[in-house]
């Protein structure tokens, strides 16, 4: 399910006037007391945004923030959807794992996202 206008604008607040966002997604931090997060990758930079322990949607803190220049993938896939971005596992839904490909591939670096399915 996409991520609502309301969110998007919430998470808005934590960017520069003249960014915009790209792709934004939920993701969960499974070892953190604030395991909730989004993930924002905008035109000059990628945030990790907390949502804080009881909420998934309102951004509260910003938890981390990396060069647009970092890669998010590859997702790994055989225990569930996750990504490690700065030193941390995050876990996604699958239905995102097509943001993350998207937002990897504009990084520019003319690199494509690992095939799926390398053995067909």
């Known amino acids: 399910m996409p991520v609502s206008e309301k969110v998007r604008a919430a998470a808005r607040t934590f960017l520069d006037p003249d960014d915009e966002i790209r792709y934004i997604f939920p993701a969960v931090l499974s070892t953190s007391s604030r395991p909730y997060v989004l993930v924002v990758v905008s035109d000059k930079a990628l945030k990790v945004l907390s949502t804080g322990h009881w909420s998934?949607?309102?951004?509260k803190t910003l938890e981390a923030e990396f060069p647009?220049?970092?890669?998010?993938?590859?997702?790994?896939?055989?225990?569930?959807?996750?990504?490690?971005?700065?030193?941390?596992?995050y876990e996604l839904d699958e239905e995102y794992i097509a943001v993350v490909n998207a937002a990897d591939l504009e990084r520019g670096a003319g690199e494509l996202p690992p095939d799926p399915l390398p053995d067909l």
């Open 56 to 59: 998934r949607t309102v951004p």
């Open 68 to 89: 647009r220049q970092t890669r998010l993938g590859p997702v790994e896939t055989h225990l569930g959807a996750r990504f490690t971005l700065g030193g941390f596992s």
